[in-house]
């Protein structure tokens, strides 16, 4: 076992859980995770981790969800720690180097996502350009609800599983 994993095993409930709030707000999703300590290994730690995703109920995505910022937009989405504030900061860079009619397009998309899908726009923005963003986005819309939930679930899931590996790297 590795000591960043062992780390993440020895600390107190609420501590641990505080941690893994930063990778993904559902506290169901967090209170699960460390109920199932400990982990053989950190692919174990995070496959449990993106297979969680998968079991919340839509309610707790949507917890998730609170705690991400608009795609293009500097400011922090409310429940957003200091370190999730900066983990989003770096993932967005793409769009943060946007000229500003991208930039205009992704505020004017995310809102018109927002009141077909009632949540905000969700992608993984970690290597991705604003362009490549706003052409998701754009064919998002087209989804049903249905369809953008399991987007979402994926979407989220990945963030999840990069979030608990930037989680053990600080260690």
Known sequence: MSS?????GSLPL?????????C?????????M?????????????????????ELSWFDVEEALSAHPRIGER?????QSEREAQWSADEQSGASAADARVLAELAAGNLAYEEQFGHVFLI???D???????????????NSVAEE???????????????????????
Do not use: C
């Open 14 to 22: 609420e501590e641990a859980e505080t941690h893994l709030l930063t």
């Open 124 to 126: 993984r923005a970690a």
């Open 4 to 8: 960043r994993l062992e780390w993440l």
């Open 149 to 171: 939930r399991l987007v979402v679930r994926r979407e989220l899931a990945d963030i999840t599983g990069r979030r608990v590996r930037k989680l053990l790297a600080e260690q």
């Open 75 to 79: 400011t922090a989405a409310r429940h």
């Open 34 to 54: 460390v109920a199932n300590r400990p982990y053989a290994d950190e692919s174990s730690l995070i496959a449990a981790a993106v297979a969680g995703v998968a």
């Open 128 to 142: 991705r350009s604003a362009a490549e963003m706003l052409a998701e986005l754009r064919h998002r819309l087209g």
């Open 24 to 32: 993904n707000a559902s506290r169901n999703w967090a209170r699960k």
